[in-house]
C-alpha cells in the first residue's frame, strides 16, 4: 500500500513557499530596511529627537541592519533545516513500516500541542530572558502553527484524517505563507527594538568613547550647549573655533553632534550641513 499520496507534495509544496517567503531577495531586504528604521526611531526618540530629523537613506538601514538580521535569519534557516530532516526521517519510518510504526503514531499525537506549547513557553520565558523571548514569540508561534499543519499532514498521509481539496490546500498554503512572513516582520520589530532601547540604554556612558569634533568657522554658529566652548582666533578665516564637540552621526549630509556632559536629562543634538565651506570640521581622538 502506497503512503505517499498527494499529501506528502503538499507539504513539500508548502515548505516551497515558506522557503520562497524567507530566501525572496525583496523580502530580506525588507527586513533589513525596516530593521534600520525600527532601531533607528526607538534609539531616536530615547536620545531627545525624532528619527526623520537624521534624514537616513535606504542604504543607512542597510548598513546597520546587516549584521542582527543575519544572526535572525542564521537562526530560521537551522530551525527549516532541522524540520526537513525530521521530515526525510519520519517519512522513511512511514515508507518502512506503515502507519502503525510507534515514533511515528506519538510524532502525530504530541506535535499539535506545540501551538500552545511553543507560544506559552516564550510567555513563560519572559520573566528570565525577557529579551529574547520578547524576540522569539512570533516565531514560535509560527513555528506552533507549522508543526499543526505538519501533523495533519502526517495524519493525511497515513490515512487516518481526510485530506483537503486542491483549492482549498492552495488556499492553506498561501494562507500560511503569509503568516510566516508577517512573523518574521513582527520578529524583527521586536528585535530593532530591543537593540535599540539598548544603545540608547548605554549611550551616556559611551559619550567619552565618541570621536571628538573640533569646529571652525568663518562666523559665530551660536553653537548652544554645556561644555562646548567658543573661542574666536581671529577676524580673518576661520575666526570661531567650538570645542567640546563629539560626533553622534554623518548621515543625510549633515553631522549631527552632541556635547560633552551629554545625558538623559540634559542633552542637545546639533546638526551641520558638511558641504557648509565657512565651516570645517577637525575629528580627534584623544585618549590622554
Same mark, same amino acid.
Given at each position: 500500500? !502506497?503512503?505517499?499520496?498527494?499529501?506528502?507534495?503538499?507539504?513539500?509544496?508548502?515548505?516551497?513557499?515558506i522557503?520562497?517567503? #524567507?530566501?525572496?531577495?525583496? *523580502?530580506?531586504?525588507?527586513?533589513?530596511?525596516?530593521?534600520?528604521? *525600527?532601531r533607528s526611531?526607538?534609539q531616536? @526618540?530615547?536620545?531627545?529627537?525624532?528619527? !526623520?530629523?537624521?534624514?537616513? =537613506?535606504?542604504?543607512d $538601514?542597510?548598513?546597520?541592519? /546587516?549584521?542582527?538580521v543575519?544572526?535572525?535569519m542564521?537562526v /530560521?534557516?537551522?530551525? %527549516?533545516l532541522?524540520w526537513?530532516?525530521?521530515?526525510q526521517?519520519?517519512s522513511?519510518?512511514l515508507?518502512?513500516?506503515?502507519?502503525n510504526?510507534?515514533?511515528?503514531?506519538?510524532?502525530?499525537r504530541?506535535?499539535p500541542?506545540a501551538?500552545?506549547?511553543?507560544?506559552?513557553?516564550?510567555?513563560?520565558?519572559?520573566?528570565?530572558?525577557?529579551?529574547t523571548? $520578547?524576540?522569539a514569540?512570533?516565531?514560535?508561534?509560527?513555528?506552533?502553527?507549522l508543526?499543526?499543519?505538519y501533523?495533519?499532514?502526517?495524519?493525511?498521509a497515513?490515512?487516518k484524517?481526510?485530506?483537503?481539496?486542491?483549492d482549498?490546500?492552495?488556499?492553506?498554503?498561501a494562507?500560511?505563507?503569509?503568516?510566516i512572513?508577517?512573523?518574521?516582520? !513582527? =520578529?524583527? !520589530?521586536? $528585535?530593532?527594538?530591543v537593540?535599540?532601547t539598548e544603545?540608547?540604554?548605554?549611550f +551616556?556612558?559611551q /559619550?567619552p568613547?565618541?570621536?571628538g *569634533?573640533?569646529?571652525? =568657522?568663518?562666523?559665530?554658529?551660536?553653537l &548652544?550647549?554645556p561644555c %562646548? +566652548?567658543?573661542?574666536?582666533?581671529?577676524d @580673518?578665516g $576661520?575666526?570661531?573655533?567650538? &570645542?567640546?564637540l563629539?560626533?553622534?552621526?554623518?548621515?543625510?549630509g549633515?553631522?549631527?553632534? #552632541?556635547h560633552?556632559?551629554?545625558?538623559?536629562?540634559?542633552?542637545?543634538?546639533?546638526?551641520?550641513? &558638511?558641504?557648509?565651506p &565657512? %565651516?570645517r570640521?577637525?575629528? %580627534?581622538?584623544d585618549?590622554r
Amino acid at each position: 500500500m !502506497s503512503t505517499e499520496p498527494v499529501e506528502s507534495h503538499d507539504r513539500g509544496e508548502l515548505m516551497r513557499r515558506i522557503a520562497a517567503v #524567507i530566501g525572496n531577495v525583496g *523580502v530580506f531586504t525588507a527586513l533589513l530596511v525596516y530593521f534600520g528604521w *525600527v532601531r533607528s526611531e526607538v534609539q531616536a @526618540k530615547a536620545l531627545g529627537i525624532d528619527e !526623520s530629523i537624521l534624514n537616513m =537613506s535606504t542604504r543607512d $538601514y542597510l548598513l546597520r541592519s /546587516v549584521r542582527p538580521v543575519l544572526v535572525l535569519m542564521l537562526v /530560521v534557516a537551522l530551525a %527549516v533545516l532541522v524540520w526537513v530532516l525530521m521530515d526525510q526521517l519520519l517519512s522513511m519510518r512511514l515508507r518502512r513500516r506503515g502507519a502503525n510504526d510507534r515514533i511515528y503514531r506519538w510524532t502525530c499525537r504530541l506535535l499539535p500541542a506545540a501551538i500552545i506549547v511553543l507560544p506559552l513557553a516564550g510567555w513563560v520565558l519572559r520573566g528570565r530572558f525577557p529579551a529574547t523571548a $520578547y524576540i522569539a514569540f512570533p516565531l514560535l508561534c509560527a513555528a506552533g502553527l507549522l508543526l499543526l499543519l505538519y501533523a495533519f499532514g502526517l495524519r493525511s498521509a497515513a490515512g487516518k484524517v481526510p485530506s483537503l481539496s486542491a483549492d482549498n490546500g492552495g488556499l492553506l498554503r498561501a494562507g500560511t505563507a503569509v503568516l510566516i512572513g508577517i512573523a518574521l516582520f !513582527s =520578529s524583527v !520589530s521586536n $528585535y530593532a527594538t530591543v537593540e535599540g532601547t539598548e544603545l540608547a540604554r548605554n549611550f +551616556e556612558a559611551q /559619550v567619552p568613547l565618541l570621536p571628538g *569634533v573640533v569646529v571652525h =568657522s568663518t562666523t559665530a554658529l551660536n553653537l &548652544d550647549a554645556p561644555c %562646548v +566652548e567658543l573661542t574666536r582666533i581671529s577676524d @580673518k578665516g $576661520y575666526g570661531c573655533r567650538y &570645542d567640546g564637540l563629539r560626533l553622534l552621526e554623518h548621515v543625510g549630509g549633515q553631522y549631527f553632534l #552632541i556635547h560633552d556632559g551629554w545625558s538623559r536629562e540634559f542633552g542637545v543634538v546639533m546638526s551641520l550641513r &558638511d558641504d557648509n565651506p &565657512d %565651516v570645517r570640521f577637525d575629528f %580627534v581622538r584623544d585618549n590622554r
